[in-house]
């Protein structure tokens, strides 16, 4: 039996993955299998200043989904993650105390400080030599999702290192649960259709954007006057009354037409009865037909492009991919964690473990397409590690998107991974994305 030692730092990706490809994948490198997994954390106090106890919570919860019953999963705190003594020592009486019949100790060393990983190494080392127990070691290139092997046992043949990418496959849930968040999506479609009103009024829009760009100009910046005026959807009717009011003088009714028989609001405001009759209910019922028209329709739109070119067969040969909804692949997702900021993608698709994100927006404006390309890079990062893709659907000409993109690889740890694409591309924008993920994911 194996006893597998793991370090838990601030991103708990490496370490669920190093976990689940040794219990569920491999049969080459263990011929007697891992039973035990020791997990060692930060504990808060002066040295440490934050703890990531947390993290290994979220990381043992998952692991014991894998293997029910199966796997024993202990927690041991480190006193100081950067004291090589104290390192030494805590590690030392957390593995002697696990060691028990193991006939085989496995440091996966990719988690915590630099200290912790030297020290770590170290101790258990000096340990196994003494309890004459083998000891084997490992790393995880999470950039590139590499895992190298240390030492490879005498006799057998194993590739180096191991390409992890498709051999553990994660769902967009697991990704939140090891950070902690909640999925609390209420537009993430489970199916690629949508329902048939949405499907009417994205319909709708992509016809205006596309044949008719002035008048869908003249709705969107209509609507956000009306509804966004102070960023934030109203909440009470006085505060829209007020809002409608001052704007309504200045609507064109004719180039709104497309779009009234979808907002009762419109219709109140138009018929003049905004003052008397409009009610909360209603306020509150056309918020999702103003977040459409406002932009969820092109993420809609961007979707089903996605989706429809992914499962297209290859022209290479290569596989064709099947997206799972909402496993794998989704849209307008909302996660939140205590005491933080909701975390937000439009558009996401997973292929192993590797999270894809994408931000849609319809500005063509170059400063805030900026501020969203910066939110997809920080946000994909947040939970897919280093290893993440992200991607930016704008409006913009091609002279920006490409400006663009060249500025935000530079100040980002992303290079490759990330594009901009623009206004040109929107025809074939499915296309573009699966053969952006197929060249340089992985």
């Given at each position: 039996?194996?006893?597998?030692?793991?370090?838990?730092?601030f991103?708990?990706?490496?370490?669920?993955?190093?976990?689940?490809y040794?219990?569920?994948s491999?049969?080459?490198?263990?011929?007697?299998?891992?039973?035990?997994?020791?997990?060692?954390?930060?504990?808060?106090?002066?040295?440490?200043?934050?703890?990531?106890?947390?993290?290994?919570?979220?990381?043992?919860?998952?692991?014991?989904?894998?293997?029910?019953?199966?796997?024993?999963i202990?927690?041991?705190?480190?006193?100081?993650i950067?004291?090589?003594?104290t390192?030494?020592?805590?590690?030392?009486?957390?593995?002697?105390a696990?060691?028990?019949?193991?006939?085989?100790?496995?440091?996966?060393?990719?988690?915590g400080?630099?200290?912790?990983?030297?020290?770590?190494?170290?101790?258990?080392?000096?340990?196994?030599?003494?309890?004459?127990?083998?000891?084997?070691?490992?790393?995880?290139?999470?950039?590139?999702?590499?895992?190298?092997?240390?030492e490879?046992?005498?006799?057998?043949?194993a590739?180096?290192?191991?390409?992890?990418?498709?051999?553990?496959?994660?769902?967009m849930?697991?990704?939140?649960?090891?950070?902690?968040?909640?999925?609390?999506?209420?537009?993430?479609?489970?199916?690629?259709?949508?329902?048939?009103?949405?499907?009417?009024?994205?319909?709708?829009?992509?016809?205006?954007?596309?044949?008719?760009?002035?008048?869908?100009?003249?709705?969107?910046?209509v609507?956000?006057?009306?509804?966004?005026?102070?960023?934030?959807?109203?909440?009470?009717?006085?505060?829209?009354?007020?809002?409608?009011?001052?704007?309504?003088?200045?609507?064109?009714?004719?180039?709104?037409?497309?779009?009234?028989?979808?907002?009762?609001?419109?219709?109140?405001?138009?018929?003049g009865?905004?003052?008397?009759?409009?009610t909360?209910?209603?306020?509150?019922?056309?918020?999702?037909?103003?977040?459409?028209i406002?932009?969820?329709?092109?993420?809609?739109?961007?979707?089903?492009?996605?989706?429809?070119?992914?499962?297209?067969?290859d022209?290479?040969?290569?596989?064709?991919?099947?997206?799972?909804?909402?496993?794998?692949?989704?849209?307008?997702?909302v996660?939140?964690?205590?005491?933080?900021?909701?975390?937000?993608?439009?558009?996401?698709?997973?292929?192993?473990?590797?999270l894809?994100?994408?931000?849609?927006?319809?500005?063509?404006?170059?400063?805030?397409?900026?501020?969203?390309?910066?939110?997809?890079?920080?946000?994909?990062?947040?939970?897919?590690?280093?290893?993440?893709?992200a991607?930016?659907v704008?409006?913009?000409?091609?002279?920006?998107?490409?400006?663009?993109q060249?500025?935000?690889?530079?100040?980002?740890?992303?290079?490759?991974?990330?594009?901009v694409?623009?206004?040109?591309?929107?025809?074939?924008?499915?296309a573009?994305?699966?053969?952006?993920?197929?060249?340089?994911?992985?």
């Amino acid at each position: 039996m194996a006893l597998l030692v793991l370090l838990q730092g601030f991103n708990p990706l490496p370490n669920y993955v190093v976990a689940n490809y040794l219990l569920m994948s491999d049969q080459r490198l263990f011929n007697e299998p891992v039973n035990e997994i020791l997990m060692f954390y930060s504990e808060k106090n002066l040295e440490n200043v934050r703890s990531t106890k947390a993290f290994a919570d979220h990381v043992r919860t998952e692991i014991e989904q894998l293997k029910p019953g199966q796997v024993k999963i202990s927690l041991r705190s480190l006193a100081n993650i950067n004291d090589g003594p104290t390192i030494r020592h805590d590690i030392k009486q957390g593995v002697e105390a696990a060691l028990g019949s193991h006939g085989h100790v496995h440091l996966s060393y990719s988690g915590g400080t630099k200290s912790a990983s030297v020290h770590s190494y170290k101790a258990i080392e000096t340990l196994c030599n003494e309890s004459n127990v083998r000891f084997t070691t490992s790393y995880l290139d999470d950039r590139r999702h590499l895992l190298y092997w240390d030492e490879i046992k005498a006799g057998v043949s194993a590739e180096r290192p191991v390409s992890l990418y498709d051999k553990v496959q994660m769902t967009m849930d697991r990704f939140l649960a090891l950070h902690g968040y909640e999925n609390c999506s209420k537009n993430n479609d489970p199916s690629p259709e949508g329902s048939e009103s949405e499907n009417s009024l994205r319909d709708r829009m992509l016809e205006l954007w596309k044949e008719h760009p002035e008048q869908y100009r003249t709705i969107q910046r209509v609507i956000k006057k009306l509804f966004y005026s102070t960023r934030e959807y109203p909440t009470g009717v006085k505060k829209f009354q007020e809002n409608a009011d001052r704007v309504k003088s200045d609507i064109d009714w004719n180039a709104l037409e497309p779009v009234v028989g979808y907002l009762p609001t419109l219709q109140s405001i138009r018929d003049g009865t905004h003052r008397a009759a409009l009610t909360g209910k209603v306020l509150k019922a056309d918020r999702p037909n103003v977040r459409f028209i406002c932009g969820i329709w092109f993420e809609d739109h961007v979707r089903r492009q996605i989706y429809r070119d992914a499962e297209k067969p290859d022209p290479t040969g290569g596989p064709s991919w099947v997206l799972n909804m909402p496993d794998t692949f989704g849209q307008s997702l909302v996660a939140k964690r205590t005491g933080q900021k909701e975390f937000e993608l439009d558009v996401y698709l997973i292929v192993g473990y590797q999270l894809i994100g994408v931000s849609v927006t319809t500005e063509d404006d170059r400063s805030l397409c900026k501020n969203k390309g910066f939110e997809v890079i920080h946000r994909t990062r947040q939970i897919g590690g280093e290893g993440r893709m992200a991607f930016l659907v704008t409006m913009l000409c091609d002279a920006n998107r490409d400006s663009l993109q060249q500025e935000l690889r530079s100040d980002s740890d992303i290079s490759e991974r990330f594009q901009v694409f623009g206004e040109s591309d929107l025809d074939t924008i499915g296309a573009k994305i699966v053969l952006a993920v197929k060249t340089y994911g992985g």
